[in-house]
């Protein structure tokens, strides 16, 4: 059984919104939300913010948002005054004129500027009259990629002030089922790790990211702007096959496939490393660091060679030769020697590391040629063009050719075609105090090769993207999607040829694919399709030229318009309300210079930072996951009191004669899940009848949570939040606020309400109310018409003094013994039988079905629930 990491970086996926005018009093961004589904590894992101101008005269108010490179706009969207206006995609041409009036005009182009190493900043801006609100709106889409046996989802957050109403919610759902979740990142450091909760369950997780006003001031480097980081989710996936898994619906397909079980193939490697003058100083001393690492990395069957040019070449050895102790020591010298200097001949430096590999070739091994590079090519042969031929004559398909560019004013599309040409792919090395890192980080991506000559079969499969690979590497993944031939599954025979060593193998399917559900997230596979082919397109554009290119130009853009993806041949244009002109957002390419321009805003900001002043590096460091809530219910209809000590069984008697018929009592329980710190099931337990009971006290804090249980409506039929100033009665949607001298307030929909260092916040869906350093989310679910509510804990206080259900620990038992349908379970020195159960989740907004051990309240809590009944909320 092979597993593979995934590793989210909300990388991708999630990014930051900023609204900066001229004094803090003049804008509120009052209301700040991030929610994102990944589904099957395709994230799709709405962050939404709603901005107030607090002016007594119009103002205009910028939204900027930065989103992964790799991701595609797919919607945008402004209300104003209630009244929708939506970006439009059109192909580039019918929108460029727009784009050049607006620009002329020195207004703002709505355009997508690169950030950093992987973000992008999206800008737009619009007149908002006195006293007026304005919601933005921005949808973006991306395939998550593996890389080093994860996947990285990135929400990067810069909103420039303090949010009252923030939020980020993130739903995974994977089939293949979820093994762990981790969270990292800026954003999870110091008291911010306390506003992040989690939930695991099988096949789906759930994140949530609350930060108050006074925490969204406490991370690495946040302040009293509020925000400025990055939030990671880091999840695991299983993997029952080695063929991996493929999921259908409605016509189209995804195969993930990425296995693990395999002896890794001992490799050929040459570095050609760039060390013309340009080099000299920091660069060289980084690639110095990185080449000493990777040397110290190579196994003992691996062979290797070093070739340093500037206008001249430059061989450790002429041959490859093994990585034995003594060879990788006289390398690392070598290395150590190497000095700026000269010109560039990458011509000849490129054919040179060739023929090492082409006139030493090595059964069983795979061969890799990467070059490092921060310039032009100046000496030798310079055309471009000329260059790239040379190269893809020499390889010949035979081995990649990885281009790492250095800093900025390396020709980038010069090295990423002529990567793409021979099976590779170009990257940017960021001229930064970790660049030595980030060389080193991409060998380790391609250091372990597992199969050679991977090609994917579909037999009845039509329009499938790319399906033959050079090489698979350990902690990689190969991603392919396509249609089902008249969607006929009966017919659709999938296989996976490629060498492992010497060996040629074949996978197959096994096990029985995932089909649609008709689920919402069955449609991301389609889309899947369409986001993989439109980014194969644009690199084959890319590398053609002629009538093919032409003909994948025309491909990639037929379906960037059915898609509404915001590609380089795509723009959307942005609709504003009469009178002002609209934007038109384009998608750069890497390296790709963006014109400067500036809005009329711009004169109103005073003193404030400008966004993107800052270099806006994503760093990463491992931060804290605070577990949720560690109450969880659910109502349910029972004719059995489980609160004896015996697990439940179900029997029922007849009588000799049969009686005449009378109405069976309906007893209803209420089930509450608890979470556990050791084991992926929770327990579960019912308590009978109608109760108040002791929710939360934290009495240094000043805050008393109770609720009444109402078993027959499914939950809370109300709660009551006493806090020192004031008491929080609520009961469905209707919140209502009393003051000391019982004077009462009532909150409406989205409204904010903030009583000394209580804010209440009430969402059409749920209620959030922060105390201090407590936060609890109230979320409103409906049975049969009614409304009820149910008290999730997203920040516990670190108080000791802490009591109530909501402040208790979790669980932590051994699994003693397992006789179905029975299984013995022990806490502490305590052991009880337990059955398995199925429960609703009312902690998670969707209230997903989890499986979960059956036991006593007793077993359960460890105590009496008689402890937590309270006479009156």
């Known amino acids: ?157 810069r909103p420039m002030q303090p949010v009252k109403d923030f939020k980020v919610d993130v739903h ?45 001031k406490s991370c690495d480097s946040c302040g009293e702007q509020g925000m400025n980081g990055d939030l990671v989710i880091v999840y695991d996936v299983n993997r029952d096959a080695s063929f991996g898994d493929i999921k259908k619906s409605s016509g189209y397909f995804v195969h993930h496939f990425a296995p693990s079980n395999l002896a890794r193939i001992p490799k050929n490697v040459i570095f050609v490393i760039d060390q013309s003058g340009s080099m000299r100083g920091r660069k060289i001393q980084q690639t110095q660091i990185a080449l000493i690492h990777i040397l110290n990395d190579l196994a003992e069957d691996d062979f290797f060679g070093l070739i340093t040019f500037d206008g001249s070449i430059f061989h450790w050895k002429r041959e490859l030769v093994q990585a034995n102790e003594q060879n990788v020591a006289s390398a690392k010298t070598f290395a150590q020697n190497i000095q700026s200097r000269g010109a560039t001949n990458i011509n000849q430096a ?82 930064d105090s970790d660049a030595d890192l980030q060389l080193k980080g991409f060998y380790d991506e391609v250091a372990t090769p597992l199969l050679t000559d991977v090609t994917m079969i579909y037999e009845g499969g039509v329009n499938v993207t790319q399906t033959n690979f050079s090489q698979y590497y350990n902690g990689s993944e190969i991603v392919v999607a396509g249609q089902i031939t008249d969607n006929d599954i009966e017919t659709f025979t999938p296989q996976v040829i490629a060498i492992s060593r010497n060996t040629r193998v074949v996978f197959t399917e096994t096990n029985p694919s995932v089909e649609s559900t008709g689920t919402v997230s069955d449609s991301n596979i389609q889309r899947v ?32 318009l059915k898609y509404s993806f915001v590609t380089p041949l795509t723009s959307m244009v942005v609709t504003k309300p009469p009178g002002e002109s609209a934007d038109v957002l384009h998608k750069p ?94 327990l579960c337990y019912n308590v009978v009848g109608n109760i108040n009971l002791k929710l939360l006290h934290h009495p240094n804090g000043g805050l008393l949570v109770n609720g009444e249980l109402d078993a027959s409506l499914g939950g809370f039929r109300r709660i009551a939040i006493h806090t020192a100033s004031a008491k929080f009665e609520l009961e469905g949607l209707r919140i209502v606020v009393r003051d000391p001298q019982g004077r009462a307030t009532y909150l409406q929909e989205d409204e904010v309400i903030t009583r000394d260092n209580v804010t209440v ?19 409103i679910h409906e049975k049969s018409g009614l409304r009820f509510l149910w008290p999730v804990i997203r920040q516990q206080s670190t108080d000791g003094n802490l009591t109530g259900i909501l402040a208790l620990n979790p669980a932590a038992y051994e699994v003693m013994q397992q006789i179905p349908p029975y299984t013995n379970l022990k806490i502490q020195n305590n052991e009880m039988q337990a059955v398995r159960s199925t429960v609703a989740d009312y902690s998670i907004p969707s209230a997903p079905m989890l499986d979960c051990w059956l036991v006593t309240s007793e077993f359960a809590l460890q105590r009496s629930m008689g402890e937590f009944i309270v006479a009156q909320i």
């Not at 999870?188 to 096949?203: F, G, H, R, V």
Request: glycine share 6%; net charge positive; hydrophobic share 35%.
């Open 761 to 779: 916040i009430r969402r059409p869906k749920e209620i959030d109310f922060v105390s201090g350093d407590t936060r609890i989310v109230l979320l």
């Open 350 to 431: 490129v054919l040179d590391g060739t023929s090492m590999l082409n006139e030493h070739p090595r059964e069983g091994s795979a061969s890799i040629l990467i070059l490092l590079t921060d310039g032009d090519p100046t000496s030798g042969v310079t055309n471009l063009e000329v260059i790239q031929s040379n190269v893809r004559e020499a390889i010949n398909g035979k081995f990649p050719l990885y281009c790492l560019g250095f800093g900025f004013d390396v020709k980038f599309e010069f090295l990423e075609k002529m990567s793409l040409q021979n099976n590779g792919v170009a990257r940017r090395i960021y001229e």
């Open 529 to 560: 399709w369409a986001y993989l082919t439109v980014k194969q397109l644009l690199e084959k554009e890319l590398q053609l030229s002629g009538p093919e290119k032409e003909s994948a130009k025309k491909e990639a853009l037929e379906l960037s």
């Open 172 to 216: 995974i759902n994977e089939d293949a089922g979820i093994n762990f979740l981790e969270v990292t990142g800026g954003l999870s450091t110091n008291a911010m790790a306390n506003a992040i909760t989690k939930t695991l369950a099988d096949k789906q997780a759930w994140l949530y990211f609350y930060p108050t006003e006074d925490q969204q």
């Open 1 to 157: 059984m092979a597993r593979a990491v995934v590793q989210l970086v909300l990388f991708g996926l999630l990014s930051a919104l900023v609204t900066t005018l001229a004094d803090k009093d003049d804008w509120d961004i009052y209301s700040f939300h991030i929610n994102s589904t990944v589904s099957s590894r395709y994230a799709t992101t709405v962050i939404k913010s709603r901005v107030a101008n607090r002016m007594n005269e119009s103002k205009e108010i910028e939204f900027h948002v930065r989103i992964p490179k790799n991701a595609f706009i797919s919607k945008f969207r402004m209300f104003i005054d209630g009244q929708p206006y939506d970006g439009v995609v059109k192909a580039k041409e019918a929108a460029k004129q727009q784009y050049t009036d607006a620009v002329s005009r020195g207004q703002s182009a709505g355009i997508v500027s690169s950030v950093g190493r992987t973000l992008e900043e999206f800008k737009t801006s619009v007149n908002v009259a006195a006293h007026k609100k304005v919601t933005f709106e921005l949808t973006y889409e991306e395939l998550l990629k593996r890389k080093l046996g994860k996947y990285e989802l990135q929400i990067h957050a």
């Open 589 to 682: 390419k890497e390296g790709e210079t963006q014109p400067v321009t500036h809005t009329q805003s711009q004169h109103h900001r005073g003193s404030a930072m400008p966004f993107g002043a800052d270099s806006s590096r994503s760093t990463l460091r491992r931060g804290i996951v605070f577990s949720e809530g560690k109450l969880k219910m659910q109502i349910r209809t029972s004719l059995h009191d489980l609160s004896s000590a015996s697990p439940v069984r179900y029997s029922r008697r007849r009588p000799a004669r049969p009686p005449p018929p009378v109405p069976n009592p309906v007893v209803h329980a209420t089930q509450f899940l608890h979470k556990t710190e050791n084991q992926t099931l929770p």
